[in-house]
């Protein structure tokens, strides 16, 4: 009868730790603190991070080619538009466009 009885302890300090975590998110999720104008400046590598951090799987199949989830392949602007959209649905600022390449016709 007592093996049971050290279960317990665990089980009712993990629905607690559950419960507090959860709290700051909600709070936090509401607030209008990042606005879309400030966007994120970035290269091509934070955004291939941020995607992987939110589970998507993201491979550099040539240069400037990215292989998303094992089916699509798009390009650097493509997968920034990407992650500006997963940016979006979690309340945070837009990765920025890169600035056009310098050796492009000047006029």
């Known amino acids: 009868p007592a093996v049971g009885l050290p279960r317990q302890q665990p089980h009712d300090g993990g ?9 700051p ?7 209008d603190t990042a606005s879309p104008s400030e966007a994120v ?3 091509v590598d934070p955004i291939v991070h941020f995607l992987r951090s ?3 799987s993201v ?3 040539e240069d400037g080619r990215f292989r998303v989830d094992g089916r699509r ?10 992650a500006n959209q997963v ?12 600035p ?7 006029g």
């Open 73 to 82: 392949i798009l390009s650097a602007e493509e997968l920034r538009e990407k």
């Open 100 to 106: 056009a390449s310098p050796a492009g016709p000047a």
């Open 41 to 43: 400046e970035a290269g």
């Open 87 to 98: 940016r979006l649905s979690m309340g945070k600022p837009p990765f920025a466009p890169q």
């Open 15 to 23: 629905e607690a730790h559950a419960a507090a975590g959860a709290e």
């Open 54 to 56: 939110r589970d998507y």
């Open 25 to 31: 998110r909600r709070n936090g999720h509401g607030t």
């Open 59 to 61: 491979v550099r199949v």
